[in-house]
């Protein structure tokens, strides 16, 4: 695959917003809520690409498989982020109204890792792990003061993600170079997630300004 731009998610104004300890509470609550579906729906889209995988393919997915689902040591990462969910919730309310958002972004995320072979999965997956890092880096400290130990799941993803993102670009170019994909049918996926991300923060940052009722 060609290069990305790998940094807007971290110029998004949810992101913006959650490194400002005097605007994070604001948009919090609509974070978690929107955002929860697809963190809970990675063991399904990964799953998805893990059951397509060649041996090659399936020796890197498990690891990352292990990682997510907490077999590798550390708490599952929908574990983790539903601390973070607990936390914010008792702390400064709900939005549930935003969960409609996250609930879209994952059907369609599972829809895309099952459209075709296993690199569409991995390069829909790689379209979001790319983002995290940095994007939690930055949001770390600010969360960190605010929810204490539960922030855990934006450092986790903050170190971990890269490891995944490294993983996928090796996988995808095995992938390519193997005929199991085009690079058009990955660069395709790629966007396609991007796409799905996008107008998922982009919903998320719309209810957190809207007025609550």
Same mark, same amino acid.
């Given at each position: ?19 400002? *300890? ?10 978690? *809520? ?19 995988? =060649? ?7 498990? %690891?990352?498989?292990? =990682? %997510? ?23 400064? @309310? ?21 459209? @075709? ?50 993983? @996928?670009? *090796? ?13 058009? %049918?990955? *660069? %395709?996926?790629? =966007? ?9 923060? =982009? ?11």
């Amino acid at each position: 695959m060609t290069s990305k731009d790998l940094t807007w998610l971290v110029s998004h104004p949810v992101f913006r917003s959650l490194t400002d *300890e005097n605007q994070a509470a604001s948009v919090l609550p609509s974070y978690v *809520e929107g955002f929860a579906p697809v963190v809970n729906s990675v063991p399904a889209f990964l799953h998805l690409t893990l059951s397509r995988a =060649d041996a090659k393919a399936n020796i890197l997915l498990r %690891e990352i498989w292990n =990682d %997510e689902l907490g077999l590798s040591g550390t708490k599952a990462h929908p574990v983790l982020f539903d601390e973070v969910h607990q936390s914010v919730t008792a702390r400064w @309310g709900t939005k549930r109204d935003a969960q409609q958002y996250g609930i879209t972004a994952a059907v369609q995320m599972i829809q895309l890792c099952g459209s @075709g072979n296993w690199p569409i999965g991995v390069a829909a997956m790689k379209a979001h792990e790319s983002q995290f890092p940095l994007a939690y880096s930055k949001i770390l400290p600010t969360l960190s003061t605010l929810l204490g130990p539960v922030s855990e799941f934006f450092r986790v993803h903050s170190e971990a993600d890269i490891e995944h993102t490294e993983a @996928g670009d *090796e996988l995808l170019r095995w992938g390519i170079s193997q005929g199991v994909v085009s690079e058009i %049918e990955a *660069e %395709e996926a790629f =966007d396609c997630s991007t796409r799905i991300l996008r107008a998922l923060m =982009d919903d998320i940052w719309q209810n957190a300004r809207a007025k609550s009722s």
